[in-house]
């Protein structure tokens, strides 16, 4: 008898797990502080719509969490790669949906049906750590295509639902590096490739290929297109728009003069971000424009650097709170090409995502342009402060709750509850 009494209580000891375990059919990934790699946590639920599943974005829920089916093998592949999960009932899943959709709360849900289609455009031969989102997608396991010149021209931008700009100078001018690294073989190197490029395609110089090219990608976000990008990827897209029918470019450069009054003639109503802004016609000048902040190292203490994520209604404007979801609030600053947008010189029509308090100091902005989206991020790499040529690769192993780069991925997550949008 003890021996049966043994044998039925572990069977319904078995039993009942088996029962709890059937009803944990949902798969929390918490998105605050909880969390142990949150950068991997994207990866996980980008590469889970992409298998067909589906998933919802809590946003202002724990940091931004993320709630899915328990499928696919979700929760194996979270652990194997450091993920924090949480496994809930159905019935804890409706009770979590009710508390962000109260109307009292400043929460909403968003279902993610389907994965955008990812193309980084990027030159031959880039290294990952030229770009911080390269290393981002990267890290997350999150697959994309790497698409440059030629591609955007013979149309195969058609291809893909969202876009980064690798941190390019879309003038032509070759990053401005003229004054300091012209003798320099790596500066001789990228001339020589892109003027190569430029003639190859048909262009006599690089100014026209790079005009052509953002007018290329201009017409695909009008068309529907989500764009984001960083660092001078962002300004020199705005004056090559702005100036798309003048030469901007310094005769040390291209060979040619400038043309006459250039600043009298920039055309702001062409761009997407910036407006009242004057281009840098100086060879020997690091700048393209003064839309940048002014970069003075010493002006303020690194661990006093930062910059803070404007509130949105979730429920009112998903957009940007998908944008800007984090499990912090101020981040901290970094350098590039391009650190800030001087506040001035940004339109109204832009939806401001974060800035520098008391500083003029734009960091992050987003708007609409035709049927697509466009979304700038200041800088160069989130946790490489200060970065410089030839600096090595941000392990981002090192840094798996970095909420800078939270943003990037914020990014390429958000056309995923768009997308369905945009094909109903």
């Known amino acids: 008898m003890p021996r049966i009494t043994s044998i039925l209580i572990t069977l319904l000891l078995l039993f009942g797990a088996a029962l709890n375990l059937s009803a944990q059919e949902r798969v929390l990934i918490p998105m605050d502080a909880s969390q142990n790699d949150h950068l991997k946590a994207y990866g996980i639920i980008f590469n889970h719509l992409k298998a067909n599943e589906s998933g919802q974005w809590l946003l202002n829920y724990r940091g931004g969490s993320f709630l899915a089916p328990n499928t696919a093998d979700i929760v194996r592949k979270s652990r194997v790669r450091g993920v924090s999960v949480e496994l809930i009932s159905e019935g804890e899943a409706r009770q979590i949906i009710e508390e962000v959709e109260n109307p009292n709360s400043n929460t909403a849900v968003i279902n993610l049906e389907a994965a955008p289609e990812i193309a980084v455009y990027a030159p031959p031969g880039n290294m990952p750590w030229d770009d911080a989102v390269t290393l981002a ?84 976000i009008g068309n529907g297109g989500f764009m984001f990008a960083m660092c001078s990827g962002t300004n020199t897209f705005d004056i090559a728009l702005a100036a798309k029918d003048l030469d901007i470019v310094p005769a040390e450069i291209d060979g040619d003069p400038i043309d006459p009054n250039v600043n009298d003639r920039l055309d702001y109503s062409n761009t997407f971000a910036f407006h009242n802004f004057q281009v840098e016609t100086d060879a020997y000048v690091y700048s393209h424009d003064n839309i940048d902040v002014e970069v003075n190292l010493n002006s303020i203490s690194e661990s006093l650097d930062y910059f803070t994520l404007f509130d949105f209604s979730a429920k009112w404007d998903p957009v940007p709170t998908m944008l800007t979801q984090n499990h912090v609030s101020s981040i901290p600053g970094f350098y590039g090409q391009t650190t800030a947008f001087r506040s001035d010189k940004v339109k109204n029509s832009v939806v401001v995502l974060a800035e520098s308090p008391g500083r003029d100091r734009v960091k992050y902005l987003h708007g609409n342009y035709g049927e697509g989206t466009f979304t700038y991020y200041a800088g160069h790499d989130p946790e490489d402060y200060t970065h410089h040529v030839g600096d090595p690769p941000t392990d981002l192993s090192l840094h798996t709750n970095s909420p800078g780069y939270r943003l990037i991925l914020n990014n390429i997550l958000f056309p995923a509850a768009q997308k369905e949008k945009r094909e109903t």
Do not use: C, M
């Open 137 to 220: 997608l990267d890290y997350a396991e999150v697959p994309y295509d790497i698409i440059y010149d030629k591609e955007v021209l013979s149309g195969e931008l058609n291809n893909y639902d969202w876009l980064h700009l690798h941190h390019e100078d879309f003038t032509g001018q070759f990053g401005k590096f003229y004054g300091t690294y012209r003798n320099a073989p790596w500066y001789i190197s990228q001339v020589n490739q892109l003027q190569d490029l430029a003639s190859e395609l048909g262009y006599n110089k690089v100014s026209e290929l790079k005009r052509d090219v953002v007018l290329e990608i201009r017409d695909y």
